[in-house]
Each structure stands twice: as C-alpha cells, then as structure tokens.
C-alpha cells in the first residue's frame, strides 16, 4: 500500500462547475470544495448521481469561496449524513449563511415549477437535489478560520488558507500532508480588482493545481475608471433606446461592483438618478455582508455606495413581477447565467422588445440560457415557451471576476519551484490546453496536467504525479452543450423553417420523414419492427 496521498477529481475537470476534490492520505480524507454542477441539464444531472466517496470517511470540507458551483452540494452532504466541520474564511461564512438557504429555496421552486408543466405529466416527479432546511443544517457546521493561521482539518492533514483575490473571502489552500506539499488555487481573481487585494501565495511546492476558466483569453488591461466610462455609455445607450436594462447578475460580487461603479458615476454627475432595481433577494442579502465589511475592501473611496437612494431592492414577488410593466429601468437580476431566478422572468418579458438591452457582465457557461443568448440565437425557450430574441445584446467582459490568461500565468510562475506536476482545472477544454501549452513551453513544472472528472492521482514528494485511475466517461460526456440543448435550438426554429416550405402537403411530409426517422432510433421500435 502506498504511503503518498491521491487525489480524486469530482468536478470541475474539463469544465467550470461542480468544483470537488478528495484527498486520501492514512485512511482519512478531506474535500476541497463540494460544489454544484451548472450548465446543460446533462450536467446538472451529475448533481443527483451519487457522491463517488465514502462520507463516513470524510474527515473535513475546506471552502475556497462561496460560489454556489464551489459550496452548492454542501447542504446534500451535510443531509447524507456528513458531521465534520467545513473550513472556510469569515466572510464566506457570514456570505454562506444567505447563499445556501437561496439555493435550497431555489432547488425546491425548480422543482416544483418543472413538475407542474404539462409536458412532464406523465413523468416521474422530479424531487430538489436538497431543500432550505439542509442548507441551514449545513451552515451550522460552518467553522472560520483567518487567512495565514494554520489549522488541522483531520488526522495528519495541515492546512491554510491565503487570500485569492477573487471575491469577498475567496481563498487559495495550502495543504501539507505525508511529506508533500499542495496549493489549491480556487478561483483566482484578476490584479488590480475592485475591493481585493492580488492573489498571494507560497512557492517552492510539490504539486499546485490552478484554475482555467480564462487560460485563452487576454483582457485588455482597464482601470476602475475607463471600465466606469464603458459602463456609462452602455447605460446611457440602453436608456436612450427607451426599453429596459436588464443585467443578468451573479448575486455575490458581480452585483456589488455593478453597484459600486453606478453609485460612482451618480456621485459623480455622470449619470442622472436612474431607477435601478436590485431584483434578487440573494444579492439584497450578500450586498448587506459587503456592507458589514466594507471598512477592510480596497478602492471604495467616499459617498454612499450600497444604500444609494436611486438604488431600488425588491423583496417580494409581487414587487418583481411589477418590473414587468416599467420602461426605462435598469434591472440587476440573477442567476448571472440565466439558468434560474428572476432574471428569466425578465428576459421573456424584454428579450422580444427591440427597445430593451440586455447586458452581459459575467462568464456564461457552455450549454446555459446566457451563452445560447450571448451566441446570437435568434429565438430561445424559456420554461417551456419560445422567445423571440428581438433587444439589444451586449456585453462588458472588464468586470470578471477570474484571472485572465497571462494573471494566470504570473501567478503560477510565483508558485515555482513546482517539484511536482501543474494540475489545470476549472476550465473548458480550449481554455485550458491553451494554457497547458503556454506553461509547458516554460517548464514550469515537473509535468503539467489536464485531469478529467473521476480521475485517481498519487501525489509523491519531489516527484511528478502519477494516474492511478483514468476518468468516468460518461461524466466527461455530460460536459459542455448537450441533445436538449440542440432541442431547445431545433424546437424553437422547428416552425419557422417549415412555414418557409411553400406547399403545404411537402411541410406535412417533411414532419412525416422527421418522424420516421426518430422512430428509427428508438431501440423499442426497432425490436417491434425488426
């Protein structure tokens, strides 16, 4: 029996959700991060598959950050039976208090919603991956630790956290254990970003694991100011047009740095008092924390910036659905990747209006309603209804929250020595092989690896990893743009492409030849048939 630690990748390997990590070493294990899987409904289906570790031997959790994609399957670990603390930041623990029961909140609505559509009647119901009172059984297992402070998460295991840079209390872990030495990125934050300090850490490291989501693309460098200027004319252009704003948001961070520049150019007088309205009861909740820490963040400078009287949150439903009637509004609303909340309420209401704008400000998955959006489709299906997509689409991408390619490569160059092997995760596939050959051209490391979901890692001291178990295929199958994601695309232009066959009895034979074609692929018809 080997005496070197293995590591276990779960998510977010080969794409840019579902982060979880399992480390074994002496018979006990710890998770880094245990976070949900988004994207297609493919994807989000690994969600209910079950956890590929044993919780009794599960000694602890260490959080990097609170994005849900990070600590969305806490609460279904913790009602599984998990009883061990998760070690996390103050920040993420006060941050954690709102987000989890949201997620809950929102896994039960998904679930009712999708049960009551018609089209699933005779369907099995579909039950949420957890509910609000797992998620605050979760949070009380929550224990915060400060950055630099080492601490024993389980037997044999050494560990602390260093600040990542990328949203309020985000955290890079170092790990010893068995001899080796282990630095675990999380999510890196770009330099020079609103409110945080630059990503730091330790070098002179066995093995370090850095995330993608950016390795192959250069931002242009932009300061708070010229990305307040981009802002103001977006605005300005979208206000003209008559219609409505609306901005998909993620409720943590990304609402709170939209807010922060829109305050600023108030202040300012570059902008009139807009009505601005903060539709998401999460991002009311995490811009209250960021309040509560405001006094530690960089950059803020002085005026009123989170309670700004032109600043509008709705709490109620009744209070969001009136936004459906206004012109002339801007709306902050998530989920960022419009893959649920009230951000899809807003987009069938102004995706069809040429007079309304919508402003992508984040990264949107391969396979999410954003991404389709962002695309260019022409027509999108938002639960189970078409949408024409007649508004203006635009995007910033100034305001991300992740490193850009060459931030990356700065902060992987500050880890060397790397005795080991360079593990990139957290990333698609192009995303992380351009990285992958940038820094093997460098010789950054000992080897350079691009670990895939399910895939078993020996991790020995001064020496590169080894495999020792190749990955689930049909997890790695479920990543990126799946069939409904093509259905969705096909349905939606399903019957604008027969209305352009002119004679009405070659449109009825053409549905008559889709049929037929689709039984040929049903294993049942073809046993009936054969």
């Not at 605005?235 to 998909?248: C, E, M, Q, V």
């Not at 294993?523 to 054969?530: C, E, P």
């Amino acid at each position: 029996m080997s005496h070197e630690p293995t590591l276990t990748f779960y998510g977010a390997a080969g794409t840019v959700t579902g982060s979880c990590m399992a480390l074994h070493h002496g018979g006990e294990t710890i998770l880094v991060d245990c976070g949900l899987f988004q994207g297609s409904r493919t994807l989000e289906a690994l969600n209910y598959e079950p956890f590929g570790f044993d919780l009794r031997s599960v000694g602890a959790v260490i959080l990097t950050h609170a994005h849900i994609d990070h600590s969305g399957l806490l609460p279904r670990l913790i009602a599984e039976g998990y009883r061990g603390q998760i070690f996390t930041t103050p920040e993420t623990r006060d941050l954690l208090y709102y987000m989890l029961p949201d997620s809950g909140r929102i896994q039960e609505g998904e679930a009712e919603r999708r049960n009551r559509r018609r089209d699933r009647k005779d369907e099995d119901p579909i039950k949420p991956i957890y509910t609000e009172a797992d998620a605050r059984t979760a949070c009380a297992q929550v224990k915060a630790v400060e950055l630099h402070d080492w601490f024993k998460p389980a037997a044999g295991f050494r560990a602390r956290l260093w600040n990542a840079g990328h949203i309020l209390g985000s955290a890079s872990v170092e790990i010893d254990v068995g001899g080796t030495r282990l630095f675990f990125s999380g999510d890196l934050g770009p330099d020079h970003k609103a409110f945080h300090a630059d990503a730091e850490g330790p070098s002179d490291l066995d093995h370090v694991l850095c995330e993608s989501t950016y390795g192959n693309r250069i931002r242009e460098d932009m300061t708070l100011e010229q990305r307040r200027t981009l802002l103001e004319s977006e605005i300005k252009a979208a206000l003209t047009r008559g219609g409505n704003l609306i901005i998909p948001v993620f409720a943590l961070e990304r609402t709170q740095e939209l807010l922060f520049d829109i305050a600023t150019l108030i202040n300012t007088g570059r902008l009139a008092h807009p009505h601005v309205f903060i539709d998401s009861p999460l991002a009311t909740r995490a811009t209250e924390v960021f309040a509560k820490h405001q006094d530690a963040m960089e950059d803020i400078g002085t005026g009123e910036i989170f309670h700004h009287p032109s600043f509008h949150y709705t709490a109620s439903p009744t209070e969001s659905m009136r936004l459906n009637n206004m012109s002339g509004a801007i709306i902050l609303a998530a989920s960022g990747m419009c893959e649920a909340g009230r951000v899809r309420h807003h987009l069938r209401h102004n995706l069809w209006r040429t007079d309304s704008t919508i402003l992508f400000v984040g990264f949107q998955a391969t396979g999410s309603l954003g991404r389709t959006i962002l695309d260019g489709a022409n027509r999108v299906r938002i639960w189970g209804q078409d949408v024409s997509v007649s508004a203006q689409i635009r995007q910033i991408d100034t305001y991300s929250a992740h490193a850009d390619q060459e931030d990356l490569q700065r902060w992987i160059r500050a880890r060397q020595p790397i005795k080991g092997s360079l593990f990139l995760n957290h990333g698609e596939g192009q995303a992380i092989e351009a990285l992958r050959r940038l820094m093997q051209a460098e010789n950054v490391a000992g080897s350079i690896i691009t670990p895939q979901i399910g895939e078993v890692y020996s991790l020995p001291t001064n020496a590169p990893a080894r495999r020792l178990k190749t990955g689930t295929i049909r997890y790695q199958e479920a990543v990126g743009r799946d069939w409904q994601n093509d259905y969705a695309d096909f349905a939606t232009s399903l019957k604008k492409e027969l209305q352009a066959i002119d004679d009405p009895s070659a449109r009825r034979k053409a549905l008559a030849d889709m049929k037929k074609l689709l039984y040929s692929y049903q294993s049942g018809h073809q046993k009936r048939t054969g």
